[in-house]
């Protein structure tokens, strides 16, 4: 079994830019694909993008261009950057492993304007 957990959340200003993490442990070599969602107050929740081993990272069309999806596999982390943040941004962020249905607990994000 393997467990996702979620930081780098946090208070940004508008403009601003963060950092999550998601870091994988258990038998987190198995895991081929990870993926970041959001849910904002009383919204769906939004994929985001997400990462592959075999592959480039793919994107979501509201994010492409401002975030980017990496991985370090020695650390079983991926991470989420997100540049010129909005008020619009303010959700909680998960990530999961693609094809299952294994979230982490999520991370705050708050952008103030």
């Known amino acids: 079994q393997v467990q996702l957990v979620e930081s780098g959340g946090g208070l940004v200003q508008s403009g601003g830019s963060l950092r999550l993490s998601c870091t994988a442990s258990?038998?987190?070599?198995?895991?081929?694909?990870l993926a970041w969602y959001r849910q904002a107050p009383g919204k769906e929740r939004e994929w985001l993008g997400a990462?592959?081993?075999?592959?480039?990272?793919t994107y979501a069309d509201s994010v492409k261009g401002r975030f980017t999806i990496s991985r370090d596999v020695a650390k079983n982390t991926m991470y989420l950057k997100m540049n010129n943040l909005t008020p619009d941004d303010t959700a909680v962020y998960y990530c999961?492993?693609?094809?299952?249905?294994?979230w982490g607990q999520g991370t705050q994000v708050t952008v103030s304007s």
């Open positions: 990462s592959r081993l075999d592959d480039d990272p």
């Open positions: 258990g038998q987190a070599t198995m895991v081929n694909v």
């Open positions: 999961k492993i693609g094809g299952t249905n294994n």
